[in-house]
């Protein structure tokens, strides 16, 4: 059975950094590029960050403006999402998001960002 869970989430100040960590099992976890995604109450779902199944590309929505670093680990199972920098805008509900022909979803982690 396929499970994805996100951990890390939390309450910030405006500035801080927080890391995010989604534990994959039940599947094939080098076969599949893992993202993040974020979304806002009544707001549709925008990718925050990709990363190739070696982990040797990534890249990012445009709002992350260099402060947020996806990685994995395929020795674990695990990709993690380093976010710096926060700001109040940044306050949504993160999912991870394994990627293949077949998505696969977290039930996501909340991130809230206090001025």
């Known amino acids: 059975q396929v499970h994805l869970v996100e951990s890390g989430g939390g309450l910030v100040q405006s500035g801080e950094s927080l890391r995010l960590a989604c534990s994959a099992s039940g599947f094939i976890f080098t076969n599949y590029a893992m993202r993040w995604f974020r979304q806002g109450h009544g707001q549709e779902r925008e990718l925050v960050a990709h990363i190739d199944t070696s982990g040797q590309h990534t890249n990012y929505g445009d709002f992350v403006m260099g402060r947020f670093t996806i990685s994995r680990d395929n020795a674990k199972n695990m990709a993690y999402l380093q976010m710096n920098s926060l700001r109040p805008d940044d306050t949504d509900v993160y999912y991870c998001?394994?990627?293949?022909?077949?998505?696969?979803w977290g039930n996501g982690t909340l991130v809230a960002v206090s001025p």
């Open positions: 998001n394994a990627a293949r022909m077949k998505d696969y």
